[in-house]
């Protein structure tokens, strides 16, 4: 009887074990909150234009550094996810880009977000977007912390302790000589990245139909 009560409750612990397991925290709030952010964003620019002359050499300065900052993005988030597509939330990525910073995809995504504002010709949005995605990002990485200090413990405290959240230190980076990867998930990356690529001319062409009227411009941003 006692054995029978003893196996009983030692598979009701394992039940209430599972039902407690740390769950990885769900990425579709945060898609949402971004593309709501980017719908916005492309709302407000139809009706604006860059405060700088478009013809300047300011205006082609502040332009380039944010084509250059896309690119960035773009290899960042493809290097990125060498190390961590498929194995997400399973294993504990620790080399590379994650020897230097703990979410370099999220880190390279709000340089794009920054890149963006500055291929528009403006500053105060180009602050705009990277204090947007900061505060998306960061809300997002803190739950995503939780999930992993509950499933790695002492490992990921470790980890945690030497390397900061987003800012890198490149001090700290080191590599193994070799790694499997998803090609699944470099190829979803990559035409994720399109997406940044498709900047560059959609802004263009917004600035066209204003130039010839067809857009009309309510306020300028610097």
Request: proline share 5%.
């Amino acid at each position: 009887m006692l054995g029978a009560s003893a196996k009983k409750a030692s598979v009701k612990g394992t039940m209430m074990s599972a039902s407690i397991a740390p769950q990885p925290f769900n990425q579709r709030k945060r898609l949402l909150v971004v593309q709501g952010l980017s719908i916005a964003a492309i709302g407000s620019l139809l009706f604006s234009r860059p405060g700088w002359d478009e013809a300047s050499t300011l205006h082609e300065l502040i332009e380039m550094t944010g084509f250059v900052l896309i690119l960035v993005c773009i290899f960042g988030r493809l290097w990125s996810i060498l190390y961590v597509g498929g194995r997400k939330n399973t294993e504990l990525a620790v080399n590379g880009p994650y020897s230097i910073t703990r979410n370099p995809l999220y880190l390279f995504s709000m340089i794009g977000a920054f890149g963006i504002g500055l291929m528009f010709g403006s500053i105060i949005v180009a602050v705009v977007l990277g204090v947007c995605t900061y505060a998306v990002f960061g809300i997002t990485a803190r739950k995503e912390e939780a999930f992993l200090l509950g499933k790695f413990g002492p490992k990921y405290e470790a980890y945690a302790a030497r390397t900061p959240r987003f800012w890198p230190k490149l001090w700290l980076y080191h590599d193994e000589h070799q790694h499997t990867f998803s090609t699944k998930a470099l190829r979803s990356t990559f035409f994720d990245a399109l997406y940044f690529l498709a900047v560059f001319p959609a802004i263009e062409g917004i600035e066209y139909l204003q130039v010839i009227g067809y857009l009309p411009t309510y306020f300028w941003l610097f």
